[in-house]
Structure formats: C-alpha cells, structure tokens
C-alpha cells in the first residue's frame, strides 16, 4: 500500500458531483487527490504539487482537457500520465494518443474501469510488459524491416511511450494482436502482444499499443520508447510521408 501512496492524482472535471465522485474513489484506494473544475486550476495546481496522472474531462469551460494537455507540454518540464475522460467524440484516438493521452475514458463508466485504467497507467512501462502473454490466439501482425535506422528515417515507423505507430498494407481492423516485428541487419525485434487502437486506411497508417514483449526484447524496447521526446502515447505518424513502403502483412 505504500507505493500506492506515493502516487498524487489531478482530477478534472467541470461537474462537481462527478468531481467529487471520481476524487472519494481514487482516495479510498490510498491515493492522493488534488481537484481542478477546468484546466486552468488544474496548471495552478501542478505549481505546488507533482502529479503522477492525470484524469480530466475534455469539454470544460474556461480551459478544457486538450489545452490543458497541450499548456503542461509546452513547459517542457515533465509530463504525468493522462486519461482523457469525453462522452462525446470530442477527439479521435489517434489524436489522444498523439497528444500524450494513455487511455480514453468514455462517459458513462463503471467504477472499474476507471481503477483498472488508474493502475495500468500508474503501472512503469517496462514492468508491464512483463506480463504473461495471453492464452488466446490473436492475428498476427507482422513486419520485417532492413534495421530499425532505416525504418525510423524512412519514416516506415516510429515509437511513442506506449507503443508504435507503422504503415500498412491489407486493412487492419482495432483489436488485440500479437506481434513480430524484426530488423533483420540488427538481429533484433518486437516479440509480444499489442492492441491496435487506431487505423487510418486513406494514410495506410496504424497505431500499436504494446501490452506484453517477450524478454529478450523488453530491454531494448523500453529504452527505445524512452527517447520519444514528443511525449505521444502513440504518434500519429511516422516522419517521412514520401518513404518507399516496407509494408506490414497481417494474417
């Protein structure tokens, strides 16, 4: 229980019943809370406190959720974990990710979703891609580049902190995956499970959260998704629109 403690959380959300609802949950289960109506309280809150995550609502007067998001990025201080939390379709899930978000929250939701989604993004990365892979037989999405230099410069894919975005070839639909990525000149790849949480067919582009990497590729992975200094979950695009594909197969 101790480390849970240690975890501070900002809640935002302009209705005060749900405010106060979301706040007396997170502090019955060990954390500490700080509560914000709107965006712009909440930047006077995170002056005095270092929060760990975030939960804000996107419509709200006075400031909502993405500017709050875009106004904590270009401090360029550090940025906490988030959960976008929208009952409408206020913004689409590649924009989430791309803006930082790691998970979407739709209105209405069950007290465990919001805990199981409060862990998983209080939870280090590296440590959850430990987890066991999953009995059940997923698609497999696979792609085979010359060396991870040649596809991050050709703009074939980039990393975020939470996973990858890639382009395609056959259309991709959202779900569960297991993946097998590798560069060949590198002897290396991305062995595990992922969820795809976005396609774009027109761009031939589609986004990965990684779940689960088998262990001799967890180390590496991890540093590589360190680096990302966008601060996206899962970048909406890789650099180079005009590279000669590489194309992922999905079987």
């Given at each position: 229980?101790?480390?849970?403690?240690?975890?501070?959380?900002?809640?935002?959300?302009?209705?005060?019943?749900?405010?106060?609802?979301?706040?007396?949950?997170?502090?019955?289960?060990?954390?500490?809370?700080?509560?914000?109506?709107?965006?712009?309280?909440?930047?006077?809150?995170?002056k005095s406190a270092r929060v760990d995550l975030i939960i804000s609502d996107i419509r709200m007067p006075v400031m909502d959720g993405v500017t709050l998001i875009k106004a904590i990025k270009a401090q360029g201080t550090y940025f906490p974990n988030v959960v976008l939390v929208t009952g409408y379709s206020d913004i689409s899930n590649r924009d989430a990710y791309d803006l930082g978000a790691g998970g979407l929250l739709p209105k209405p939701?069950?007290?465990?979703?919001?805990?199981?989604?409060?862990?998983?993004?209080?939870?280090?990365?590296?440590?959850?891609?430990?987890?066991?892979?999953?009995?059940?037989?997923?698609?497999?999405?696979?792609?085979?580049?010359?060396?991870?230099?040649?596809?991050?410069?050709?703009?074939?894919?980039?990393?975020?902190?939470?996973?990858?975005?890639?382009?395609m070839r056959e259309e991709v639909g959202e779900g569960r995956v297991s993946l097998e990525v590798k560069f060949e000149a590198d002897?290396?790849?991305i062995i595990g499970e992922g969820i795809v949480r976005w396609v774009e067919t027109r761009?031939?582009?589609?986004?990965?959260?990684?779940?689960?990497?088998?262990?001799?590729?967890?180390?590496?992975v991890a540093k590589l998704s360190a680096q990302n200094r966008t601060w996206s979950f899962i970048p909406r695009a890789a650099r180079a629109a005009h590279a000669v594909p590489q194309w992922l197969d999905f079987h």
């Open positions: 229980m101790k480390e849970v403690e240690t975890k501070t959380i900002l809640v935002v959300e302009d209705e005060p019943l749900l405010l106060e609802v979301i706040s007396e949950l997170m502090q019955r289960e060990g954390y500490r809370v700080l509560a914000a109506e709107n965006g712009a309280v909440a930047l006077d809150r995170m939701y069950e007290h465990e979703d919001v805990m199981a989604l409060v862990r998983r993004s209080l939870t280090d990365r590296e440590e959850l891609w430990r987890l066991p892979r999953q009995t059940e037989k997923f698609p497999i999405l696979q792609a085979v580049f010359d060396s991870l230099p040649t596809a991050l410069c050709g703009g074939l894919l980039a990393f975020g902190r939470g996973g990858f975005c890639a382009r002897q290396r790849g761009e031939q582009m589609i986004g990965v959260e990684i779940t689960s990497l088998a262990d001799p590729c967890r180390d590496w």
